[in-house]
C-alpha cells in the first residue's frame, strides 16, 4: 500500500531519510526522478511509463511536463498530485511534495526536488528535508537548508484514496 513516511530512522548526529534517492545527470530529467523517489521506482521505469503517456524520447521534456502529465505519470505510480501552488514559505509546504527551485520566472523553469516533513524517531522533532536528484555535489543529494533552496512553486503529493492527511493547506 502507497503511504507517506510519518518517521524518519534519526539519531543526534542525523537522520536516513525515509526515500531513497534517484539521481541523474540529465538536467532535463529532474522532474521524472523525483517521481522516481517518490514512487520508489527506478527512473528507467519512469520514463518508460512518461513516454507510454506521451513523452518524447529524448529531451527537452520541459514542454511535457507540466502539472497535469506530472499528476497522471503520479497517479500510475499510485499517487495523487495537487495542482502547482505559489510556496510563500518552506513551513507551508505539505508532508510531501515536489518543489521547484532555481525557479527562472522568464523561462518559467526551474530544478524538481523532493520535500519530505516527517517526525525524527529518536527525539520526536519534526524533519524537514529535500532530495535533490540533480545537485552538483554528492553531500548536496540530501539536504535540511530548504530556506537556502528557496522553493518558488509545488506540488502536494499524497497516496491515492488518502486525502492530504498531515499536510498544511
Not at 15 to 36: E, G, M, N, W, Y
Not at 50 to 61: D, Q, R, V, W
Amino acid at each position: 500500500m502507497t503511504t507517506i513516511p510519518t518517521i524518519v530512522t534519526s539519531t543526534a548526529a542525523g537522520f536516513q531519510p525515509a526515500f531513497k534517492p534517484v539521481i541523474t545527470q540529465d538536467r532535463h530529467a529532474c522532474a521524472l526522478a523525483s517521481i522516481a523517489i517518490i514512487a520508489s521506482a527506478t527512473l528507467a521505469d519512469v520514463f518508460a511509463k512518461a513516454e507510454e503517456l506521451g513523452m518524447p524520447a529524448t529531451g527537452p521534456y520541459n514542454h511535457v511536463l507540466d502539472g497535469d502529465f506530472l499528476a497522471a505519470l503520479l497517479a500510475n505510480f499510485g499517487w495523487t498530485a495537487t495542482i502547482w501552488k505559489e510556496c510563500t514559505k518552506v513551513s507551508t509546504l505539505p508532508d510531501l511534495s515536489i518543489a521547484m527551485v532555481d525557479y527562472d520566472a522568464d523561462w518559467e523553469i526551474g530544478r524538481h526536488v523532493v520535500v519530505h516533513r516527517a517526525k525524527a524517531s529518536h527525539d520526536a522533532k519534526m524533519v524537514t528535508y529535500a532530495i535533490d536528484p540533480t545537485a552538483e555535489k554528492p553531500a548536496l543529494h540530501v539536504r535540511t537548508d530548504l530556506e537556502a533552496l528557496a522553493p518558488t512553486w509545488y506540488i502536494g503529493v499524497h497516496p491515492m484514496g488518502k486525502t492530504g492527511v498531515g499536510s498544511k493547506k
